[in-house]
Structures are given as structure tokens and as C-alpha cells.
């Protein structure tokens, strides 16, 4: 599982950091200070936690963007103001959800648990996408059965019991 955060204040991404290794320690973390650096990188992370005022590129510019290249990753909106303004512009982006800071561990571990269950279901719906256009294009054969059983049998969800 890969996970970026993107905040201005290095020491917002420093704390979140922890408190994810500590619900996911087996998750790659990367940090980034402005959504510049981010789209440089090239990072393409399961799971972006993005501030939504910064200076230069905002959040919200930068989700426009990441959506626009048609990049799946689930995003979750970080902010210091509980703004209806705010939290209506995060969600008009397809976030799937915001936190507000200060925030508590008991938060983090809610939202990542929300973005755990948007991850099974895009996980779901891809496989059934591939899976239709396989049978549909004629080549529902035995193999293809036996994969669906297979698939269905023990599928666990992306984070498997991480969470509890």
C-alpha cells in the first residue's frame, strides 16, 4: 500500500505519518510539501492525504488535476477549517473524506477504514469490469470459472485484517 501525504507544514505530514505506521506499518509513506513537488515526484499513491490550503497549488487544484489525468488514487482532504466551502469544493473532486486538524489517532484509523472499504469496492468493480469483457468477448471458458471461485473464495479485502 502505497501513501502519500501533501502539506505545507512538514510537521502536520511528520504526525500523520506516525499515526498511519502505527494502524499500517507495512505501508510505503511518502511526504510532500506543496502539490508541485508531488506531481514531479511522479508518485502514484493508493491513497493521497492532501491539504487543501497551500501556498502555490491548492488541494483542490491539485485533485482537479490528479483526476483529470484520470489517476484513481482515493484522496482525503486534511484542513484546519470547518468550512462548508471547504468540505463542499473536497468533495466535488470525489474525496473520500476530509479530516480536520488537529486530528486524533481514532480519526485517522475511522477514515482509513472508510477509504479501505472505497478500495475494495473500485478493487471489486475492476475485476468484474475485466472479467464481463473476457466473457463477453468469448473466452468464458472453464479457466475463467475457476478464477471467479477462486477470486471470490479469497478476497479479503485490500488491507486484509490490518485493521480488525
Same mark, same amino acid.
Given at each position: 500500500?502505497?501513501?502519500?501525504? /501533501?502539506?505545507? $507544514?512538514?510537521?502536520?505530514?511528520?504526525?500523520? $505519518?506516525?499515526?498511519?505506521?502505527?494502524?499500517?506499518?507495512?505501508?510505503?509513506?511518502?511526504?510532500?510539501?506543496?502539490?508541485?513537488?508531488?506531481?514531479?515526484?511522479? /508518485?502514484?499513491?493508493?491513497? *493521497?492525504? *492532501?491539504?487543501?490550503?497551500?501556498?502555490?497549488?491548492?488541494?483542490?487544484?491539485? +485533485?482537479?488535476?490528479?483526476?483529470?489525468?484520470?489517476?484513481? /488514487?482515493?484522496i482525503v482532504f486534511l484542513t484546519g477549517y470547518d468550512d462548508f466551502s471547504y468540505i463542499h469544493s473536497a468533495f466535488q473532486v470525489n474525496a473520500v473524506d476530509y479530516l480536520l486538524k488537529p486530528f486524533t489517532i481514532e480519526e485517522v484509523e475511522a477514515c482509513l477504514k472508510k477509504v479501505r472499504s472505497e478500495l475494495e469496492k473500485s478493487?471489486?468493480?475492476?475485476?468484474?469490469?475485466?472479467?464481463?469483457?473476457?466473457?463477453?468477448?468469448? #473466452?468464458?471458458?472453464?479457466?475463467?470459472?475457476?478464477?471467479?471461485? +477462486?477470486?471470490?473464495? #479469497?478476497?479479503?479485502?485490500?488491507?486484509? $485484517?490490518?485493521?480488525?
Amino acid at each position: 500500500m502505497q501513501i502519500a501525504i /501533501c502539506d505545507d $507544514e512538514k510537521s502536520i505530514g511528520l504526525i500523520l $505519518e506516525e499515526k498511519i505506521k502505527k494502524l499500517l506499518p507495512d505501508a510505503v509513506i511518502e511526504k510532500y510539501l506543496s502539490g508541485d513537488e508531488l506531481i514531479a515526484s511522479g /508518485c502514484e499513491p493508493d491513497i *493521497l492525504f *492532501l491539504d487543501i490550503q497551500m501556498p502555490g497549488m491548492s488541494g483542490i487544484e491539485l +485533485a482537479e488535476t490528479i483526476v483529470r489525468r484520470g489517476y484513481p /488514487c482515493k484522496i482525503v482532504f486534511l484542513t484546519g477549517y470547518d468550512d462548508f466551502s471547504y468540505i463542499h469544493s473536497a468533495f466535488q473532486v470525489n474525496a473520500v473524506d476530509y479530516l480536520l486538524k488537529p486530528f486524533t489517532i481514532e480519526e485517522v484509523e475511522a477514515c482509513l477504514k472508510k477509504v479501505r472499504s472505497e478500495l475494495e469496492k473500485s478493487e471489486i468493480a475492476d475485476w468484474s469490469r475485466k472479467t464481463a469483457a473476457k466473457q463477453l468477448a468469448g #473466452n468464458g471458458d472453464l479457466r475463467e470459472k475457476q478464477e471467479t471461485e +477462486a477470486f471470490t473464495e #479469497n478476497f479479503r479485502g485490500v488491507f486484509g $485484517e490490518e485493521l480488525g
